[in-house]
């Protein structure tokens, strides 16, 4: 059953295609046909084992080793199947999501899945062992709240670089400001900090503690396009159609001469109000 295991899926794998859905099953394929075959071996050997009269004996101690043996294969199994699942998803989904969550979080979260899956078919194999797993577990509890107590400000910055990846308020490349912070722009964020290049080509590493707990301005956002409005003012002898008319070709001139101006969007003008010595207006453009 074994070698037809192996055939079955070997054979499979060669007449897929290379669509993504495709890869995914060939994948997972490749996966199976080494670790179900192995574990079907030593499941014949358990039985044709067990069904020797001379086991009688020893039939117990044959179980428990079937049960060590069967768990290790499990758990290596599973942290296969999140190898190739996760590595599908880096590989063809990932670079399609503008989300950098993915990117950063799956092979965090991969590697513990993997670590996960060993240390459970450890400790299954230990109980089947007749050792009492129960002080283990209570000392693996204690042992994480202290290391939790200790690298507290790192975990604080951990989850706080979680929220900021997954809230997508930036990406590398924008420029941003911080309330009473400094401005400039993301190169790069990490689980522990954030860091941007200032105008001055200075690196600035922001804790993303800190930069959860901020107000954060994106100048780069939604759109690159700055509204930008230029105040002025005029005598109260000016002639304020003039006025209007001289600023709108202005700022229209400035909008048909710039590469850096938004041409979809007119130039606006309007009176904002009444100065001491002049009439102040405004000029709005993108």
Same mark, same amino acid.
């Given at each position: 059953?074994?070698?037809?295991?192996?055939?079955?899926?070997?054979?499979?794998?060669?007449?897929?295609?290379?669509?993504?859905?495709?890869?995914?099953?060939?994948? %997972?394929?490749?996966?199976?046909?080494?670790?179900?075959?192995?574990? $079907?071996?030593?499941?014949?050997?358990?039985? !044709?084992?067990? %069904?020797?009269?001379?086991?009688?004996?020893?039939?117990?101690?044959?179980?428990?080793?079937?049960? @060590?043996?069967?768990?290790? *294969? #499990? /758990?290596?199994?599973?942290?296969?199947?999140?190898?190739?699942?996760?590595?599908?998803?880096? *590989?063809?989904?990932?670079?399609?999501?503008? /989300?950098?969550?993915?990117?950063?979080?799956?092979? $965090?979260?991969?590697?513990?899945? @993997?670590?996960?899956?060993?240390?459970?078919?450890?400790?299954?194999?230990?109980?089947?062992?007749?050792?009492?797993?129960?002080?283990? =577990? !209570?000392?693996?509890?204690?042992?994480? $709240? %202290?290391?939790?107590?200790?690298? *507290?400000?790192?975990? %604080?910055?951990?989850?706080?670089?979680?929220?900021?990846?997954?809230?997508?308020?930036?990406?590398?490349?924008?420029? =941003? &400001? $911080? *309330?009473? !912070?400094?401005?400039?722009?993301?190169?790069?964020?990490?689980?522990?900090?954030?860091?941007?290049?200032?105008?001055?080509?200075?690196? @600035?590493?922001?804790?993303?503690?800190?930069?959860?707990?901020?107000? @954060?301005?994106?100048?780069? !956002?939604?759109?690159?396009?700055?509204? #930008?409005?230029?105040?002025?003012?005029?005598?109260?002898? /000016?002639?304020?159609?003039?006025?209007?008319?001289?600023?709108?070709?202005?700022?229209?001139?400035? #909008?048909?001469?710039?590469?850096?101006?938004?041409?979809?969007?007119?130039?606006?003008?309007?009176?904002?109000?009444?100065?001491?010595?002049? #009439? &102040?207006?405004?000029?709005?453009?993108?």
């Amino acid at each position: 059953v074994a070698m037809l295991l192996r055939a079955v899926t070997s054979f499979i794998s060669h007449r897929l295609g290379g669509s993504r859905g495709q890869i995914a099953v060939k994948m %997972a394929l490749g996966a199976v046909r080494n670790t179900g075959p192995l574990f $079907l071996v030593t499941l014949g050997i358990f039985l !044709g084992v067990s %069904a020797l009269p001379e086991a009688e004996p020893w039939r117990d101690g044959i179980t428990n080793v079937w049960r @060590v043996v069967a768990a290790l *294969q #499990i /758990s290596h199994g599973v942290a296969s199947a999140t190898r190739v699942v996760f590595g599908w998803y880096g *590989q063809y989904v990932a670079p399609r999501t503008e /989300s950098q969550f993915d990117d950063k979080m799956f092979p $965090l979260l991969r590697r513990f899945l @993997v670590v996960a899956s060993y240390l459970l078919g450890a400790l299954i194999a230990l109980d089947a062992m007749g050792v009492s797993i129960s002080p283990i =577990i !209570g000392g693996l509890g204690i042992t994480g $709240l %202290a290391v939790a107590l200790a690298l *507290q400000p790192t975990l %604080a910055n951990f989850f706080a670089g979680t929220y900021v990846l997954s809230d997508g308020g930036f990406t590398m490349g924008d420029y =941003i &400001e $911080l *309330q009473g !912070g400094p401005a400039g722009y993301v190169i790069e964020v990490g689980w522990r900090s954030t860091k941007i290049r200032t105008w001055l080509n200075n690196l @600035v590493v922001i804790p993303n503690s800190v930069m959860a707990d901020s107000i @954060v301005t994106n100048y780069s !956002g939604p759109v690159k396009a700055v509204n #930008i409005m230029v105040t002025s003012g005029v005598s109260y002898e /000016s002639d304020l159609q003039k006025v209007e008319e001289a600023s709108l070709e202005v700022g229209r001139a400035l #909008i048909e001469g710039s590469p850096d101006a938004v041409k979809s969007t007119d130039a606006f003008f309007g009176f904002d109000s009444f100065g001491d010595s002049n #009439i &102040e207006f405004w000029v709005f453009l993108q």
